[in-house]
């Protein structure tokens, strides 16, 4: 078991920087996700960690042992891709059986492991198997009990649920969730998927462009993003952004949308006085928007006019796609709710879980 530590790494591929200062200490037995867009550079972080590439600048460490110019194979880490990448022509129990093999672990010590990887992911009765003959999910399994097998100190799995359906991604995320207080052991998981990082993560890191944005619990993330592009980034269906002015009127502070203007609760007047005048981003999440009808009786609540555009029945909710003058925005509302396209409706905005962001820097104004 170990930690991982990135100290101010950089990957460059010619003019383009892949991992910029990348800085995170990944503690022993956590379970880190690192997540962001396609292209942004945790992929790469990944795979400098794994040592499938070379770092142009700074250094990683696996528990107190720099690993810069250490060979994959003794960096003691185990990883799964999004491809299973299985031999075709081997059983499920060559499959796993295979590194060790090529490291000469004796075959007693091979069963054991093979036998108690299988038992722990299910695939007991599969072991003599081909990988034609298996599902996209069995596959998965056998490709982190190939994993498993190795007793690493660290676990990587780069995207490894994107060819699964979406039944299957969610049976599978929860295991892989299960596999990891079941082993104690480290690990760091890429994925696009912000749900899928929400779920299972000790902590997200969230990378964009190549820099890190935030890295925090799940729910830190979630209820205090640090910048614009973490408060866009986290949560389903993202938070409705915009553009406004707050402004100030007798002792009260409000936000200023053109089309509707919304009173910011007075115990957070201080923090936003100095923007008074200023043009500022809104933000609010769709699942503080309400049908008034049905909003909980103790939120901040502030009337907001708009229109239907489209409805998305879910069954436990209602995702209601709105305009209000310029502005297009998103709401979850109850399912009793009885909206339909071009009606004009009432909302209302808790005010309490508002998020304003700075227009020049993006950042959150705490």
Do not use: W
Request: aromatic share 8%.
């Amino acid at each position: 078991m170990a930690s991982v530590t990135y100290e101010h790494v950089y990957k460059r591929f010619g003019d383009v920087t892949a991992v910029n200062d990348l800085n995170i200490h990944i503690e022993d037995k956590e379970f880190l996700v690192l997540v962001g867009p396609s292209g942004c550079g945790k992929s790469t972080a990944l795979r400098l960690l794994a040592g499938l590439e070379d770092i142009s600048e700074g250094r990683i460490m696996i528990a107190d042992q720099v690993v810069n110019d250490v060979a994959p194979k003794d960096r003691d880490i185990a990883m799964v891709f999004q491809s299973y990448a299985l031999y075709p022509h081997m059983s499920v129990y060559d499959n796993m059986a295979f590194g060790l093999k090529l490291r000469k672990t004796p075959k007693e010590e091979i069963r054991r492991r093979v036998n108690e990887a299988a038992q722990i992911l299910g695939i007991g009765e599969l072991l003599d198997r081909k990988p034609r003959q298996l599902s996209g999910g069995q596959r998965q399994r056998v490709a982190v009990g190939r994993a498993i097998v190795r007793e690493p100190k660290v676990f990587l799995f780069d995207e490894p649920l994107s060819n699964l359906d979406a039944k299957l991604r969610v049976e599978t995320r929860a295991n892989i969730s299960k596999l990891h207080i079941q082993l104690q052991t480290t690990f760091i998981y890429v994925t696009h998927d912000q749900v899928e990082a929400m779920t299972m993560a000790t902590r997200i890191a969230v990378i964009n462009k190549g820099l890190l944005q935030q890295i925090d619990t799940p729910q830190t993330l979630y209820d205090t993003p640090a910048n614009l592009f973490v408060a866009g980034f986290i949560g389903s269906p993202a938070m409705n952004f915009f553009p406004a002015r707050i402004l100030k009127d007798d002792s009260r502070l409000y936000i200023d949308a053109n089309a509707f203007s919304v009173q910011i609760p007075e115990h957070r007047n201080n923090v936003y006085m100095p923007y008074n005048g200023k043009s500022v981003i809104f933000g609010i999440r769709p699942e503080d928007i309400h049908n008034p009808q049905f909003a909980p009786p103790e939120i901040s609540a502030q009337p907001v006019p708009a229109k239907v555009d489209v409805t998305e029945l879910m069954g436990n909710e209602i995702f209601v796609y709105l305009n209000s003058g310029d502005h297009n925005f998103v709401a979850r509302v109850d399912p009793r709710s009885r909206y339909h396209f071009n009606d004009d409706v009432q909302l209302v905005f808790n005010m309490e879980n508002m998020h304003v962001f700075d227009r020049d820097n993006e950042l959150a104004v705490r």
